[in-house]
């Protein structure tokens, strides 16, 4: 079946505009992660959904960024005014729900590479 | 908040030889999961090997398998008759059992060598 896609696959923009990343998960995954991965360094975690739950958004580096989920599946990260250090590749991750939290395998999207000039 | 090492940003392996990618890890926890990701040059993060802190077995899935010395918070990664597509990066990650975050090293840049 088909597997986490993400959009863009590029993203070019200017200091101060706002970027919208869109991932679409496998369907039936009730979680869903964003992460960042910057150059030479590995994932940041960004923030997490679940379900109908609250979002998990402990990670989100600056009040700068946001992500939605609508009806549980496809989601948003938003950041608004961007900065140079936001250029990174944004990878989105989602999973099945399973009895014993903590162990379900993440299958990660190809990821968004945002430019900030 | 716990914390992933990767001490080794650079590895290369000859063609059907076997190689080991370190992973160390903090952490008070005692009930935790493991991971190890691969990352090819498409950028498509796949998972290669889990394994659960309260199983004293170590996984192993066909020539992959890890060496999980709990007291000693490792958790290293073998490739065995190492092939072409095995290149890529490759991530250690740690998830609490009580938390929604994933902890991820800095990765292990493989090179296989023919």
């Known amino acids: 079946g088909a597997g986490v896609s993400q959009s863009p696959s590029n993203k070019v923009t200017e200091k101060g505009k706002d970027v919208e990343l869109r991932c679409d998960p496998i369907?039936?995954?009730?979680?869903l992660y964003w992460y960042r991965q910057s150059l030479g360094q590995g994932l940041e975690f960004l923030i997490y959904?679940?379900?109908?739950?609250?979002?998990?958004k402990s990670g989100l580096p600056s009040d700068r960024f946001s992500a939605e989920r609508t009806g549980g599946s496809v989601s948003t990260l938003t950041i608004q005014r961007t900065q140079q250090e936001d250029s990174a590749v944004y990878l989105c991750?989602?999973?099945?729900?399973?009895?014993?939290?903590?162990?379900?395998?993440?299958?990660f999207g190809p990821g968004t590479r945002l430019l900030v000039l | 908040a716990q914390t992933v090492t990767q001490s080794q940003p650079e590895m290369s392996v000859q063609e059907a030889e076997t190689v080991t990618l370190s992973c160390t890890y903090d952490t008070s926890e005692s009930d935790y999961y493991l991971f190890w990701y691969k990352q090819p040059p498409s950028r498509q993060m796949i998972l290669v090997i889990r394994?659960?802190?309260?199983?004293?077995q170590n996984a192993t899935e066909n020539r992959f398998s890890v060496n999980f010395q709990k007291a000693a918070k490792s958790f290293s990664l073998k490739i065995s008759d190492s092939q072409l597509g095995d290149a890529a990066m490759y991530f250690c990650a740690y998830r609490s059992a009580f938390s929604n975050q994933f902890y991820f090293g800095t990765g292990t840049s493989l090179t296989v060598i023919p």
């Open positions: 991750a989602s999973s099945p729900q399973v009895l014993r939290g903590g162990g379900e395998t993440q299958y």
């Open positions: 394994q659960e802190a309260y199983k004293q």
């Open positions: 959904f679940q379900g109908n739950s609250a979002p998990d």
């Open positions: 369907s039936g995954h009730t979680a």
